[in-house]
């Protein structure tokens, strides 16, 4: 057998560099470091060693560059992936956020912290935790309950099994999802004798799991049964490739689709049968579907509670729940009728077994009041000094986008009215994390993207709140030469927390800037903060300006951010659904008192359907 004598932290890195995807593609596309004393002798040296093959990205921070990554992979359709690696410690510790991100929303990205001393002689080293009852225990161990498979690496040879592991779970759509070695930073520089034909090139095709039989069976039965179906469409759909399939399907046998936050584009918003978002955030025309549905058919999401609202939408007491998943843990959910499959072969297998059969569509006045109340409230304002609201910056941006652009956004304000209103027109062509729904995801989802999908036009939507979180990778994306075009709305707080508060019977508290403590009042110039990182930034003071502003930078090659300031309180009135917020049984102030007996009404409405 020949073999090659190289560091561990050498084979890892020749090894992930010869993974394949079923395109040809390396699937493991870059790594993201931050380089400290627990990875920049063994790993930084590896980096170095293959960087024309493998190259390696710097970021500002640990949590961001690895939310790069794993926007990088969601953009792709999980088709490819990143490494991201750091020093041990807080380096590492900062990573776990985006671990739980990843591990929510499924999405491959492989996490390479530094670790202690295997053999434990400068013990305790710099930035290690011990704990007094357990030897084994590293910090790292913070990632074993977001992380789809985790290892620690503590001899060198043992890479000849973890990473043909670990990318098997990256890889799998059932099991997908971060995977974390942790990586005993003495390890990392120790040599091993390698067998060559452990890095010989190794295609990781897509699994296309087939039903079983019975499922398959049941789900027709249910289906022939039902006179009011309608699908819940996930994001499972677009990691299937599925939506040309779902579109087929539901034209063929007149099935009226919902779209959850991750399934939005699935269809293209003006396809006569796509009548919109569904749930908390949701359209009226999808709602009222969903109300009435006695078939339920959800394809590759797993029924959040915005999507379900709270499980008190679907109030049809006869209705079945049938989901087509390639996760058996979401098949069965809520009692459902499982059938287990890829997306795309189940719907497949489902329209050769219908045959012709066909249902009765929804009245197309449904889709239309829809869409004409989501018109009234994002058209452009009539001139006036009033605060440009967050749905007329909405309106802004629709206008001055194309085919080619991809919204992202994450937390706040902007997801709930985004899902009500935005209208997707390609596949992925709506990027929404909404799983974690991470403040601080945005502006480095927008990097992730944009190398993703360079031609792409990537418009990033963000909140003074999750700017403030984290925008370090604004200045990464400038020295990358990466364009993203940052819409940041100022509403002087969190104003979507605040408005819940407020529904709760809250008084206004600690979430606008001024009702927070302070003895100074904010005045944060963003702007220039964003100027300062290199970016081409601009205020703009009216929903006409932002218009302008927006044409006027399309054409740039540096990343571009425009301030708006908004309104913190309106939101779409039209839509919506409710959502299981628990409000306190006790309280001195009788808006809590009023907000409860509503709570407990509802709650029992949802309990007696």
Same mark, same amino acid.
């Given at each position: ?100 991100? $990843?591990?929510?929303?499924?999405? +491959?990205?492989? %996490?390479?912290?530094?670790? &202690?001393? !295997?053999? @434990?002689? /400068?013990? *305790? ?63 990392? $520089?120790?040599?091993?004798?390698? +067998?060559?034909? %452990?890095?010989?090139?190794? &295609?990781? !095709?897509? @699994?296309? /799991?087939? *039903? ?398």
């Amino acid at each position: 057998m020949k073999t090659v004598r190289l560091t561990a932290a050498q084979a890892m890195f020749r090894y992930l560099a010869s993974q394949m995807n079923a395109d040809g593609e390396p699937f493991i596309a870059g790594v993201w470091a931050i380089f400290g004393h627990g990875n920049v002798a063994g790993i930084g040296e590896a980096l170095h060693g293959i960087r024309e093959t493998l190259p390696t990205y710097r970021g500002h921070n640990e949590q961001s560059m690895a939310h790069a990554a794993i926007a990088y992979s969601k953009q792709l359709g999980r088709r490819r992936a990143m490494a991201v690696t750091s020093s041990i410690g807080p380096g590492a510790t900062n990573m776990v956020t985006a671990a739980a991100l $990843a591990h929510v929303n499924r999405i +491959p990205v492989l %996490f390479i912290p530094g670790d &202690v001393f !295997a053999n @434990r002689a /400068p013990d *305790p080293v710099l930035q290690q935790v011990e704990d007094f009852q357990d030897g084994t225990v590293t910090a790292n161990d913070c990632f074993r309950p977001v992380s789809r498979y985790f290892d620690r690496i503590v001899r060198p040879e043992q890479l000849l099994t973890a990473l043909p592991r670990a990318l098997r779970v990256m890889t799998d759509p059932a099991e997908c999802g971060p995977v974390t070695l942790a990586f005993c930073q003495d390890v990392q $520089a120790e040599a091993y004798d390698y +067998p060559e034909s %452990f890095f010989a090139p190794k &295609v990781w !095709a897509q @699994r296309r /799991p087939r *039903p079983d039989a019975d499922e398959l069976a049941a789900a027709i039965a249910a289906l022939k049964a039902a006179k009011k179906p309608v699908i819940v469409a996930g994001g499972g759909v677009h990691y299937s490739g599925a939506t040309e399939t779902l579109k087929a399907f539901v034209e063929k046998h007149g099935i009226p689709v919902v779209e959850t936050q991750a399934g939005k584009s699935a269809l293209p918003w003006d396809h006569p049968q796509n009548l919109g978002p569904v749930g908390v955030t949701g359209a009226a025309s999808a709602n009222a579907v969903c109300a009435e549905a006695d078939l339920v058919f959800g394809v590759g999401t797993r029924f959040q509670d915005f999507t379900t609202g709270s499980w008190a939408l679907f109030r049809n007491a006869g209705r079945t729940l049938l989901s087509l998943n390639v996760q058996p843990y979401d098949g069965f959910k809520h009692n459902a009728l499982p059938l287990v499959s890829d997306a795309r072969i189940g719907l497949e297998e489902l329209s050769a077994a219908l045959g012709d059969h066909r249902f009765t569509l929804p009245d197309e006045s449904l889709k239309r009041g829809w869409f004409a109340d989501a018109d009234a409230v994002t058209d452009a304002p009539e001139a006036g000094n009033a605060l440009p609201t967050d749905m007329q910056v909405i309106g802004a941006v629709q206008r001055q986008a194309s085919e080619n652009t991809v919204v992202m956004c994450a937390a706040g304000t902007m997801p709930g009215e985004l899902h009500k209103l935005w209208k997707a027109g390609r596949p992925m062509s709506y990027h929404m994390e909404y799983g974690y729904s991470c403040m601080g995801y945005e502006i480095a989802g927008g990097l992730g993207i944009k190398m993703a999908e360079p031609d792409r036009d990537v418009i990033v939507m963000i909140g003074d709140g999750s700017y403030m979180m984290m925008n370090s990778e604004l200045a990464t994306a400038v020295t990358m030469g990466v364009k993203i075009t940052v819409v940041l709305t100022d509403n002087r707080g969190y104003g979507c927390i605040n408005r819940l508060q407020m529904a709760t019977g809250g008084a206004e508290f600690n979430n606008l800037l001024d009702h927070a403590h302070h003895v100074n009042p904010s005045a944060i110039d963003f702007t220039a903060h964003a100027a300062a990182m290199g970016a081409d930034a601009r205020k703009v003071g009216s929903i006409a300006e932002l218009e302008a502003a927006l044409a006027a930078t399309r054409g740039g090659d540096r990343p571009v951010v425009i301030v708006i300031d908004t309104d913190p309180y309106p939101s779409t009135a039209a839509g919506g659904h409710w959502w299981d917020v628990a409000v306190p049984e006790v309280s001195v102030r009788p808006q809590v008192n009023e907000a409860r007996a509503r709570y407990e009404a509802a709650v029992k409405a949802r309990d007696e359907a």
